[in-house]
């Protein structure tokens, strides 16, 4: 059984920083893309950042300059350092990752998220 397990969120003033983490455990092969998505109130999920394998990123507008992804390949953990944050930035922050697994028959690639972890930034 494969899971994501994140781990850093809470409550910080505006202009704050936060850094979440989030390890894959289980029987893995390989991870491809991994990425924190966030999802405030009655919105819709979104894409925060994104890293390849080979630490290429992708972040979206809100979180330029401000956000950075990494990873570290060898623990299977993605990070997600957050700073200068805005209350806007209020919302659960879930994992998600592309990881390559035992089906049985075969391997294949399938998309996992973790539970999510809050976090709350005050005005």
């Known amino acids: 059984q494969v899971q994501l397990v994140e781990s850093g969120g809470g409550l910080v003033q505006t202009g704050g920083s936060l850094r979440l983490s989030c390890a894959a455990a289980?029987?893995?092969?390989?991870?491809?893309?991994m990425g924190w998505y966030r999802q405030a109130p009655g919105k819709q999920r979104e894409l925060v950042a994104s890293?390849?394998?080979?630490?290429?990123?992708n972040y979206a507008d809100s979180a330029k300059g401000r956000f950075t992804i990494s990873r570290d390949n060898a623990r299977n953990t993605v990070y997600l350092q957050m700073n200068r944050l805005k209350p806007e930035d209020t919302a659960v922050y879930y994992c998600?990752?592309?990881?390559?697994?035992?089906?049985?028959?075969?391997?294949?690639?399938?998309?996992?998220w973790g539970q999510g972890t809050q976090v709350t930034v005050s005005s």
């Open positions: 890293i390849t394998p080979g630490g290429s990123t």
């Open positions: 289980g029987r893995i092969f390989s991870i491809d893309v």
């Open positions: 998600n990752a592309d990881i390559l697994v035992d089906v049985g028959a075969s391997i294949k690639y399938i998309n996992y």
